[in-house]
């Protein structure tokens, strides 16, 4: 049986007492609407904790130009910047920028989303400078988010979603606490068209890419986002997450949409549930 909710902000005050009162209440409010729905786990005390401290700490460590850490040790809360080979991560500032504006606005804290907003103003700043050829799309360094071991880079298909996912959520927050989305909304546009242009090419943009002039024989049109794509090389894999992702986004128009989990309950995907591999 879980706590109430007065409770609940109790315990979470005494193991974390630095935690402001509205935000421990926020939190375990949240917590609490969470376990009325039919979840296999219902979150309990120790996911409240974890919530408050990811929100707190990750944008107490937040360098100068924008930066989030991958991660903070819990030892000495020493920050990481990097993953594999000390590359700088991506995802990491991504997600954070996602998740302040989501708890920000569904939670409706304004207090909480005019503290973190410089930091969000920030982080999207340092995100945008990885778009250095002005397309839309940021250019990753090579495995610089969580499939780390694998040696993807240049325009990757999820850390694209996140991005344009970022930019319309930062523009939401925006909207919510000044009336206006400022660039990000008209930026979340443009990085939309640039990745159905880029990882949902036509049959003949593929047979360009792959190098072939033959007119004997054709790829046909894809049926799901490409994993990535470099001006050099394109990857036929199919990333379930980041398409999933992108259908959950909005990213994709009904045609494709249906395309696309089409060809994901063809390969028996969702089996076993709720899906057999993710990349």
């Given at each position: 049986e879980h706590p109430s909710l007065e409770k609940e902000v109790r315990i979470i005050r005494t193991r974390w007492p630095?935690?402001?009162?509205?935000?421990?209440?926020?939190?375990?409010?949240?917590?609490?609407?969470?376990?009325?729905?039919?979840?296999?786990?219902?979150?309990?005390?120790?996911?409240?904790?974890?919530?408050?401290?990811?929100?707190?700490?990750?944008?107490?460590?937040?360098?100068?130009?924008?930066?989030?850490?991958?991660?903070?040790?819990?030892?000495?809360?020493?920050?990481?910047?990097?993953?594999?080979?000390?590359?700088?991560?991506?995802?990491?500032?991504?997600?954070?920028?996602?998740?302040?504006?989501?708890?920000?606005?569904?939670?409706?804290?304004?207090?909480?989303?005019?503290?973190?907003?410089?930091?969000?103003?920030?982080?999207?700043?340092?995100?945008?400078?990885?778009?250095?050829?002005?397309?839309?799309?940021?250019?990753?360094?090579?495995?610089?988010?969580?499939?780390?071991?694998?040696?993807?880079?240049?325009?990757?298909?999820?850390?694209?979603?996140?991005?344009?996912?970022?930019?319309?959520?930062?523009?939401?927050l925006s909207a919510a606490l000044s009336g206006d989305p400022g660039p990000w909304g008209r930026l979340a546009d443009?990085?939309?068209?640039?990745?159905?242009?880029?990882?949902?090419?036509?049959?003949?943009?593929?047979?360009?890419?792959?190098?072939?002039?033959?007119?004997?024989?054709?790829?046909?049109?894809?049926?799901?986002?490409?994993?990535?794509?470099?001006?050099?090389?394109?990857?036929?894999?199919?990333?379930?997450?980041?398409?999933?992702?992108?259908?959950?986004?909005?990213?994709?128009?009904?045609?494709?949409?249906?395309?696309?989990?089409?060809?994901?309950?063809?390969?028996?995907?969702?089996?076993?549930?709720?899906?057999?591999?993710?990349?």
């Amino acid at each position: 049986e879980h706590p109430s909710l007065e409770k609940e902000v109790r315990i979470i005050r005494t193991r974390w007492p630095e935690a402001q009162d509205r935000l421990a209440r926020e939190v375990g409010r949240f917590l609490q609407a969470l376990r009325g729905r039919p979840l296999v786990k219902s979150p309990g005390v120790a996911e409240t904790l974890d919530w408050v401290r990811t929100l707190e700490v990750l944008g107490a460590h937040q360098t100068p130009p924008g930066q989030i850490p991958a991660y903070v040790r819990i030892h000495g809360e020493v920050p990481d910047y990097s993953g594999i080979g000390g590359i700088a991560s991506i995802d990491s500032v991504l997600w954070w920028v996602i998740g302040v504006a989501r708890y920000s606005l569904l939670r409706g804290d304004r207090a909480f989303a005019e503290a973190m907003y410089p930091g969000v103003e920030r982080a999207m700043s340092w995100l945008a400078a990885h778009d250095s050829n002005n397309d839309g799309l940021l250019e990753i360094p090579e495995s610089s988010d969580w499939m780390d071991l694998f040696p993807r880079s240049y325009n990757v298909l999820y850390d694209e979603v996140l991005w344009y996912r970022a930019c319309r959520d930062g523009a939401s927050l925006s909207a919510a606490l000044s009336g206006d989305p400022g660039p990000w909304g008209r930026l979340a546009d443009g990085v939309r068209r640039s990745i159905i242009d880029v990882f949902w090419p036509t049959g003949g943009q593929l047979m360009e890419l792959a190098g072939s002039t033959s007119r004997r024989f054709s790829t046909g049109e894809a049926r799901y986002l490409l994993a990535q794509v470099t001006p050099f090389v394109y990857s036929w894999r199919c990333d379930v997450l980041a398409n999933l992702l992108a259908g959950l986004s909005g990213l994709l128009d009904d045609v494709k949409q249906q395309r696309l989990f089409q060809f994901l309950w063809g390969v028996g995907i969702n089996q076993p549930s709720p899906v057999a591999c993710i990349y």
